[in-house]
């Protein structure tokens, strides 16, 4: 499994009874599922169950789902309330003649008053619901590919920067043996410098430094680092991987921090601020992972 992103877009067209139906989706990331679905009125009555087919592939993101008539085909058609009509005319009728008042025009009146013209809107049928749903699985399908396509490049651009923090870290390893030896040298010449040699507690003077050196071991954090990356990398094959990958660059992101603040190594530093580096365009990119 690679990869994913959440930024998606699919499109499908199917013809139900002389007419087109489209459906058409598209994404952009978010930290939950945000699904908005506009659908004809003959299908509101699926819409609940259109929801959970959508909300099964879709998973994340901010997801847009239109399903509409090409060229806006309207369901809508207005039907004459002849018996309505019927009454309004004969009422106006006997008015106009009471009151002695012109009757020509009263058609066009009647045409105008409410309810006298009513909307009814088509049902779909259970063949143009299974049309529909087979419509959504298309446009879903082709949305799946254009989220993979993409993760494709987030997925490489990932690995990228984990394996330069990879190949920073063994920098530091290098840098760390020489490290450990200059601040002992110059602990020691400080000492001298200001106590002879002779007056020195070689004993005590072992037992504070062991304590000193150990401080600023970063052993530990090394393999963490090293084991943080390796799943880090391990998990990107994984479905549906972006909130862990996320966690997991939190660690990564913990252990840097730590060796900068422990080494105490003008080299290591600079190497920990480029680590960093890569790690914030790390989290840039998991943003929009799936």
């Known amino acids: 499994m690679q990869t994913r992103s959440m930024t998606g877009f699919g499109k499908a067209k199917i013809n139900v009874k002389n007419k087109q139906i489209i459906a058409e989706v598209k994404s952009v990331n978010s930290k939950q599922l945000d699904l908005g679905l506009r659908l004809p009125l003959s299908l509101r009555d699926k819409e609940a169950e259109f929801r959970n087919l959508i909300s099964e592939v879709a998973e994340r993101g901010k997801v847009d789902f239109n399903i509409y008539f090409d060229g806006g ?10 018996e309505l009509a019927n009454n309004y005319y004969k009422e106006l009728m006997l008015f106009a003649k009471d009151v002695k008042a012109d009757s020509t025009n009263l058609l066009g009146m009647v045409m105008n008053l409410p309810d006298v013209f009513k909307q009814e809107f088509s049902v779909a049928d259970e063949e143009e619901i299974k049309k529909v749903k087979s419509l959504i699985q298309s446009a879903l399908n082709e949305f799946n590919t254009f989220r993979k396509s993409e993760g494709l490049t987030l997925g490489k651009e990932l690995e990228k920067r984990i394996l330069l923090i990879l190949g920073l870290l063994k920098k530091i390893e290098q840098a760390d043996g ?4 200059v601040v002992k040298d110059r602990i020691k010449k400080g000492l001298h410098d200001i106590i002879s040699k002779d007056k020195v507690d070689q004993n005590r003077f072992e037992e504070e430094l062991i304590y000193y050196v150990e401080k600023m071991d970063i052993t530990e954090e090394k393999v963490r680092l090293k084991t943080h990356c390796d799943y880090f990398l391990s998990t990107m094959k994984e479905k549906s991987s972006g909130r862990k990958l996320g966690f997991i660059s939190q660690e990564i992101g913990r252990e840097i921090n730590t060796i900068g603040s422990k080494a105490n190594d003008a080299a290591i530093q600079k190497m920990v601020v480029q680590m960093k580096d890569e790690l914030e365009k790390i989290k840039e990119q998991l943003m929009n992972v799936l």
């Open 73 to 82: 085909s309207s369901e809508r058609k207005m039907v004459l309330n002849k």
């Open 178 to 181: 020489k490290r450990i030896k």
